[in-house]
C-alpha cells in the first residue's frame, strides 16, 4: 500500500472542530450544543493522536525486540485523562440542562431567553420571529 | 493497507459529524454520537494510541451516550424549529474563515506519521528510553508510566477535576435523587427474560475484566482510568437490566460519595508518603527499598487510587440522572412524533 | 502452520467477509424494519464468528486466541439479546408488520 | 497477508452501507439496529487491525466494544421515548389493550 495520507488527518480534524464549532453557535437546543462540544472535543483528541503516529510505528508498549520503532506515548497519555475529564465535564453541563429544563420547561435557549425577559427580550432584536410553529 | 483504513474511518467521520448536526431529533443525533465515538476509537487504535482508543471505547461509545440518553429522556428529545435554527450565514460565515485560516496553518506541520516531526524529539524519546532504568523494568507500558510517574502531578490534578465534577453533579442533581419506578429508565425489576438471563452472566465477567484491566495496566493497554469506566459500565448494565434501585442496595449513594473521596485520597496519600519519607510530593523511589519497587507500588497505588474514583464517579453520574424526577407536566411526550432531518 | 490450517483460516475469513457483506447489503436494502433486523441480527453473529475463528487460527495456541474466544462467546451472547430486544421494543410500540401483502406479492424483500 | 485485506475492505464496505442506513433511518428503530450492528464491525475490524500490526494481544480492545456496544444498545432500548418497553409484565398489560399486528401477536407467544 502506498497510499499516504499527508496532511488528510489534519484536514478532517479541522472539518470537524468547524463542524462542531457550528453546532454550538447556530443551534439554540442546549443538549445540541453539548453534542457540538462533543464532536469538538474529539477533533482536538483527534488532532494531538495524529501527531504522535510514527510511521511504521508501534503502540508505545515496549517489546523485547531491541530496533522497535514506537510512537510517541506523550499524546496519548495527555488525551487519555482528557477524555475522561471531557466526560465528568459533560456531565456537569447535562446536569445543568436537565435543572434549566425543570425551571423553563425547555432547552430551547430563545424561548429561555422569552421567559426571562419576556416576549421583546436580548433574543428579539436578531430577526424576525416566526411564531408558526407547528405543534 | 493501515494507511487505507485511517483515510476511511476519518471520511466516514466527517460524514458522521455532518449527519449530527443535521439530524434535528436528539434521540437520533446522539445515536449517531455513538457510532463517532466509536469511529474515532478505531482510528485511534490505527494511530498506536491503544490507550485512548481503550478510554474512548469505554467512555465515549458508554457512559457519554448514556448520560446524553439519560438527560433527553427527562427533558425533551426534539430540537425545536424555529428562527435562527435552520441556517445561520453568519456562524457559517466565522466556521469557514477559522476552517480556512487554520487549513493553511497545516501547510507549516510535518506531515501525518512523519518520524522527524519536532514532537517526536523532545521528550518522547526520553520516556521510552529510560523508563526501564527510571520507572521499572518490568512496566513495557510507557503511557501508564508516564501517566502515574513521570506526569503523576498532573494525572493528579485531572482526578481532581474528575472528583469536582462529581461533586457539582451530586449538588446540581442531588437533592431529589430519589428513583421513580414509572420513568424511563427507572425501577421495575421484572424486566424482560431473555436480557435478564444473558445480563446475569456477564455482569460477574464484566466486573472482572475491570479488575484486570486495572491491575494489567502496567503491562498491556489499561490502567485506572479504562478500569474504573468499564467497573461502572458492569454496573450500569446492572441498574439497566434489573433496575437502579437493586443496583442501589449495595451502592448506596452515601457509599459512593465515600469511594469518590476515596480514591482521591489514596492518590493523594500516595504523594504524602513520598514527603513523609523524607522527598518529594509523589517520589514513589523511596516507598520501597528499591526505588524501582517504590516506583511499582507508587504507580499500583495511583492507579487504584484513579480506578476507585473513576468507577465511583460514573456510577453516581449515571444514578443521579436516572434518578431524576418525572417530566415536567407541560411536557406531553406520548405520541410525538419522530422528526428527520 | 501448516497448509491445512492455513486453507481452514482463509476460507473461515473469506465466508465471514461475505456473511458480513450480505450484513450490509441487508441493511441497505431490505424494504422495511424486521427485515433488516432479519438480516443483521444472523449475519452479525455467524460473520463475527467466522472472522474470529480465522484470526484464532492464525494465533495458533496463545492467549490472542483465549481472548478471541471471550469475544466471540460476547458476541454470541450479546448479539442475539441485543437482537431481541430490539424487535421486542419495536413489536410492543409504534411499529407494525406491514399488511401481509408483501408475501403475496411474492417475495418483495429478497433481491 | 491478503486474507487480512479482504476482510477489512468487506468489513470496510459494510460498514458504509450501514451507515447510510444510520443516517436514513426511516423509524428510530433502524436506527438503533444499524449502531449496534456497527459496533459489531468495530469489534472486528479492531481485532484485524491487532493481528495486522503483529501485536495481538491488544484484542482487549475489541472485548471492550463489544461489551460497551451491548451495554449501549440496551440502554438506547430502555431510554427510548416508548420507554418500559422491556418489562414482561407491561407486554402483558399492552397485549390486553394496544392493538399488536397479529403477525407479531403469533411470533411473541
Redesign the interface.
Known amino acids: 500500500?502506498t497510499?499516504?495520507?499527508?496532511?488528510?488527518?489534519?484536514?478532517?480534524v479541522?472539518?470537524?472542530?468547524?463542524?462542531?464549532?457550528?453546532?454550538v453557535?447556530?443551534?439554540?437546543?442546549l443538549?445540541?450544543k453539548?453534542?457540538?462540544l462533543?464532536?469538538f472535543q474529539?477533533s482536538v483528541?483527534?488532532f494531538y493522536?495524529?501527531?504522535?503516529?510514527?510511521?511504521?510505528?508501534?503502540?508505545?508498549?515496549?517489546?523485547e525486540e531491541a530496533e522497535a520503532?514506537?510512537?510517541?506515548?506523550?499524546?496519548?497519555?495527555l488525551?487519555?485523562?482528557a477524555?475522561?475529564?471531557?466526560?465528568?465535564?459533560?456531565?456537569?453541563a447535562?446536569?445543568?440542562?436537565?435543572?434549566i429544563?425543570?425551571a423553563y420547561?425547555?432547552?430551547?435557549e430563545?424561548?429561555i431567553l422569552e421567559k426571562e425577559y419576556g416576549a421583546a427580550g436580548p433574543g428579539a432584536a436578531?430577526?424576525?420571529?416566526?411564531d408558526h410553529?407547528?405543534g | 493497507?493501515?494507511?487505507?483504513?485511517?483515510?476511511?474511518l476519518?471520511?466516514?467521520?466527517?460524514?458522521?459529524?455532518?449527519?449530527?448536526?443535521r439530524l434535528r431529533?436528539?434521540?437520533?443525533?446522539?445515536?449517531?454520537?455513538?457510532?463517532?465515538?466509536?469511529?474515532?476509537?478505531?482510528?485511534?487504535?490505527?494511530?498506536?494510541?491503544?490507550?485512548?482508543?481503550?478510554?474512548?471505547?469505554?467512555?465515549?461509545?458508554?457512559?457519554?451516550?448514556?448520560?446524553?440518553?439519560?438527560?433527553?429522556?427527562?427533558?425533551?428529545?426534539v430540537?425545536?424549529?424555529?428562527?435562527?435554527?435552520r441556517?445561520?450565514p453568519l456562524?457559517?460565515g466565522?466556521?469557514?474563515v477559522?476552517?480556512a485560516a487554520?487549513?493553511y496553518g497545516?501547510?507549516d506541520?510535518p506531515?501525518?506519521?512523519?518520524?522527524d516531526?519536532p514532537?517526536?524529539h523532545y521528550?518522547?524519546p526520553h520516556?521510552?528510553e529510560h523508563?526501564?532504568d527510571d520507572i521499572n523494568e518490568h512496566i513495557?507500558?510507557?503511557?501508564t508510566a508516564?501517566?502515574a510517574s513521570y506526569?503523576g502531578y498532573?494525572?493528579f490534578g485531572?482526578t481532581t477535576?474528575?472528583f469536582t465534577?462529581?461533586v457539582?453533579?451530586l449538588m446540581?442533581?442531588g437533592g431529589a435523587a430519589t428513583i421513580d419506578r414509572r420513568?424511563?429508565?427507572g425501577g421495575?425489576m421484572?424486566?424482560?427474560?431473555?436480557?435478564r438471563a444473558?445480563?446475569k452472566?456477564?455482569v460477574p465477567l464484566?466486573l472482572l475484566?475491570g479488575l484486570y484491566?486495572q491491575f494489567h495496566g502496567d503491562?498491556?493497554?489499561?490502567?485506572g482510568?479504562?478500569a474504573g469506566?468499564?467497573f461502572a459500565?458492569g454496573l450500569?448494565?446492572y441498574a439497566?437490566?434489573y433496575g437502579p434501585d437493586r443496583a442501589q442496595a449495595i451502592f448506596t449513594g452515601r457509599r459512593l460519595e465515600a469511594l469518590v473521596a476515596l480514591g482521591v485520597l489514596i492518590y493523594g496519600g500516595a504523594g504524602v508518603a513520598g514527603i513523609v519519607l523524607g522527598g518529594e510530593f509523589l517520589d514513589y523511589d523511596l516507598l520501597a527499598a528499591d526505588p524501582q519497587d517504590g516506583q511499582h507500588r507508587g504507580i499500583f497505588l495511583v492507579e487504584l487510587g484513579v480506578g476507585i474514583t473513576?468507577a465511583a464517579?460514573?456510577t453516581t453520574?449515571f444514578l443521579?440522572?436516572t434518578g431524576?424526577g418525572q417530566p415536567?407536566p407541560?411536557?406531553d411526550?406520548v405520541g410525538?412524533s419522530?422528526g428527520?432531518? | 502452520m501448516s497448509v491445512w490450517l492455513e486453507a481452514l483460516s482463509w476460507l473461515s475469513m473469506l465466508a465471514g467477509s461475505l456473511v458480513l457483506l450480505v450484513t450490509g447489503l441487508g441493511v441497505l436494502t431490505l424494504p422495511e424494519y424486521y427485515s433488516r433486523l432479519h438480516a443483521t441480527s444472523i449475519t452479525d453473529t455467524l460473520g463475527a464468528a467466522l472472522v474470529l475463528f480465522g484470526l484464532a487460527v492464525q494465533a495458533g495456541w496463545s492467549l490472542a486466541t483465549a481472548k478471541l474466544v471471550m469475544v466471540m462467546l460476547?458476541l454470541m451472547?450479546?448479539g442475539?439479546?441485543a437482537s431481541?430486544?430490539l424487535v421486542?421494543t419495536a413489536a410492543l410500540h409504534d411499529l407494525s408488520l406491514p399488511p401481509r401483502r408483501r408475501q403475496e406479492d411474492g417475495d418483495a424483500g429478497a433481491d | 497477508?491478503t486474507y487480512?485485506?479482504v476482510a477489512?475492505l468487506a468489513i470496510?464496505v459494510s460498514?458504509?452501507m450501514l451507515?447510510v442506513r444510520?443516517?436514513k433511518?426511516e423509524?428510530?428503530y433502524d436506527?438503533?439496529l444499524a449502531?449496534n450492528s456497527?459496533?459489531t464491525k468495530?469489534v472486528l475490524?479492531?481485532a484485524l487491525?491487532?493481528f495486522?500490526?503483529g501485536r495481538p494481544?491488544?484484542i482487549?480492545?475489541a472485548?471492550?466494544?463489544a461489551?460497551?456496544?451491548?451495554?449501549?444498545t440496551?440502554?438506547?432500548l430502555?431510554?427510548?421515548?416508548y420507554?418500559?418497553m422491556?418489562?414482561?409484565?407491561d407486554l402483558r398489560a399492552r397485549r390486553l389493550s394496544a392493538p399488536i399486528a397479529p403477525a407479531i401477536e403469533e411470533e411473541l407467544t
Not at chain 2, 493497507?1 to 476511511?8: G, N, S
Open positions: 500500500m497510499l499516504d495520507p499527508g496532511l488528510y488527518n489534519y484536514w478532517i479541522i472539518l470537524l472542530m468547524m463542524t462542531g464549532l457550528y453546532t453557535i447556530s443551534r439554540g437546543n443538549v445540541k453539548v453534542i457540538g462533543n464532536v474529539v483528541i483527534m493522536v495524529s501527531m504522535g503516529k510514527v510511521e511504521g510505528g508501534m503502540a508505545p508498549i515496549l517489546v520503532v514506537y510512537s510517541n506515548p506523550l499524546p496519548s497519555v488525551m487519555l485523562t477524555i475522561v475529564v471531557g466526560v465528568a465535564t459533560t456531565a456537569v447535562l446536569a445543568l440542562a436537565v435543572r429544563h425543570e420547561g425547555t432547552l430551547e430563545d424561548e436578531d430577526g424576525p420571529v416566526d410553529e407547528p | 493497507m493501515l494507511a487505507l483504513i485511517d483515510v476511511v476519518l471520511a466516514f467521520l466527517a460524514v458522521t459529524a455532518v449527519a449530527i448536526v431529533d436528539l434521540f437520533a443525533a446522539v445515536m449517531v454520537t455513538g457510532i463517532f465515538s466509536l469511529l474515532s476509537a478505531g482510528l485511534f487504535t490505527v494511530m498506536d494510541a491503544v490507550d485512548v482508543a481503550f478510554t474512548e471505547a469505554s467512555v465515549g461509545a458508554g457512559i457519554s451516550t448514556i448520560l446524553m440518553l439519560a438527560t433527553l429522556a427527562v427533558t425533551q428529545d430540537e425545536k424549529k424555529r428562527w435562527r435554527r441556517f445561520s456562524a457559517l466565522v466556521v469557514v477559522t476552517g487554520l487549513v497545516t501547510f506541520m506531515r501525518y506519521g512523519d518520524p516531526a514532537i517526536h521528550l518522547a520516556f521510552l523508563t526501564p513495557p507500558n510507557v503511557v508516564v501517566l506526569r498532573d494525572t485531572e477535576v474528575i465534577a462529581a457539582m453533579v446540581l442533581l420513568r424511563p429508565g421495575r421484572g424486566a424482560n427474560v431473555v436480557l444473558s445480563a452472566p456477564l464484566i475484566f484491566v503491562f498491556g493497554p489499561g490502567g482510568f479504562q469506566v468499564i459500565a450500569v448494565l439497566l437490566v473513576v464517579v460514573m453520574l443521579l440522572f431524576r415536567a407541560w411536557e411526550r410525538e419522530e428527520t432531518p | 460476547f451472547i450479546t442475539p439479546a431481541h430486544a421486542k | 497477508m487480512f485485506t477489512t470496510l460498514m458504509a451507515l444510520a443516517f433511518g423509524t428510530v436506527r438503533i449502531v456497527f459496533g468495530t475490524l479492531i487491525m491487532c495486522m500490526t494481544d491488544f482487549d480492545l472485548l471492550v466494544y461489551l460497551m456496544n451491548f451495554i449501549s440496551i440502554a438506547v430502555r431510554f427510548t421515548r420507554h418500559d422491556l418489562d414482561d409484565d
